[in-house]
Every structure is written in C-alpha cells, then in structure tokens.
C-alpha cells in the first residue's frame, strides 16, 4: 500500500462495518478522509475522532446516498474542505431482502438509487474534481454472481448494476489515468451481520475457507487499489468472499 499521503479520500456509508474500516485503510496509508453517514452521527463522529488520531484531516458528512443531490453536495464539499478529491469510494448500501413478490415500488427505487444512482452521480462529481490518476472504487456483493438462498431478487438486481458500470466507465476514464474497479464482499463480519449470528453457519458452510471474512480483508483490497499498487488495475472486479463464489 503506497502513494495516499497527501491524498483525499471519500468513503460513503462510512458511519461502521466496511466503510468504516476502509476509511481507516485509507486514513493509515496518508490519506485525509471524508466519510458520510445517513442518520448515525455519533458513530461517524468517532470514525472522525480514529482517522484525526492516525494524524490525517478528516470530515463527517450526513447525506444520504437515495438522495442524488445530496451525495454530488457531499462531493464537492469534501472537495472544498480538504483541497480536492484523489479516491472515491461507493460503499453506502442497504440490504433489501425478502420474497419478489413483496417488495414496493419504493422499495425498489430505494435500492436502485443507493447503490446504482449514487455511484453514478458520486463519480460524475467526483471527476470534475480529480487530477489525472485518480480512484473510484465501489463496493459491490459476491451475491450479484451467485443467488445461494432466495429473497434477494432486488439487492442483487441493484449491486449488479455496479458491474457493467465499473467495466463501462473503466473504459471511458482511461485516458486519463483515473482507475475504476468493483470489490465484491461475501459475508463479513460487521454489526449488520455478525459472524456469530443465528444465520452465521449457513453463510459459513458456503465458503470454501469455512470462516467469515473480516472488515480489514475488504479495506485491504480497497487500499491496494487505492494507492500507487493499483495504478495499472482498472475495470476489474475483486471478489473476497473467503471462497463462497470459487
């Protein structure tokens, strides 16, 4: 991991779980940090409070990622706060499960907005303030390649659309050097699902390395790609599932 001192970082969704532990990645390879957070302030002063301590400037930002003109102000505030914006992180994600048949309209608008919409607006602005080199990394889901167990017909029809997205847009920043990639996580311990939940050993039993991944095996992939070690990696996508996809 190199090439983040100086650098300006933004994670969506950053509050806990994996944006959290990105953003501290990212905080500990140099870079200043901006984070948001949709209504969990206090949890997202304290990220503020561990990413200040490692010695960088960090922002907290509450917007939340449904609401496009509110992830484009988040932007362009980290921007104007910290001096511009080298990475970009999609990670702020909802997690709508149940039967097909059962799901709203606005539920589906809901989903397809926070992770498709905002992805897409966030790097819209994001560029109009980036250099040449620059980072955009969206968080994703192994499930988008595999459907294991049923209910999650729209989560995967919204975290899917990170796919072709990430490829597309790899292809059309390549000229100036600005990288795009997809991280695809499987089960993860975090608050939303922890490893020693009732639903634990299902998710277990898929993996190939009979564990749940932690927060620091995403944040990892998400810094290496961040940093100098990414700069030739670009319209890829990194699945770290502890092998339930293999």
């Known amino acids: 991991m190199s090439g983040l001192t100086g650098k300006v970082a933004l994670v969506t969704g950053a509050s806990r779980g994996i944006g959290a532990g990105i953003a501290r990645h990212l905080a500990a390879a140099g870079a200043d940090v901006a ?59 909802i997690f709508p499960a149940k039967p097909f048949e059962e799901f709203t309209v606005e539920e589906v608008d809901r989903a397809l907005n926070v992770h498709a919409r905002a992805a897409f607006v966030g790097a819209q602005a994001a560029v109009a303030h980036m250099s ?33 997205f990430t490829k597309a847009l790899a292809r059309e920043l390549g000229p100036r050097g600005i990288t795009v990639n997809l991280v695809q996580p499987g089960s993860t311990d975090t608050e939303m699902n922890p490893a020693d939940d009732s639903n634990a050993a299902m998710q277990v039993d898929l993996t190939a390395l009979g564990r749940f991944g932690s927060v620091d095996d995403v944040a990892a992939t998400v810094a290496f790609l961040a940093g100098d070690t990414g700069r030739s990696i670009t319209g890829s996508i990194f699945t770290v599932d502890s092998g339930t996809n293999a």
């Open 35 to 93: 984070i948001t957070y949709r209504s969990a302030e206090v949890h997202a002063k304290s990220v503020v409070a561990e990413l200040e301590a490692l010695g960088v400037r960090a922002i907290a930002i509450q917007a939340d990622s449904a609401d496009a003109e509110a992830v484009i102000a988040a932007v362009d505030r980290t921007a104007a706060e910290l001096g511009g914006l080298d990475v970009l992180v999609n990670n702020a994600g």
């Open 132 to 164: 040449d080199g620059g980072r955009i990394i969206s968080i994703g889901t192994n499930l988008s390649e595999h459907a294991p167990f049923g209910g999650l017909s729209l989560y995967n029809l919204s975290k899917s659309a990170l796919n072709g």
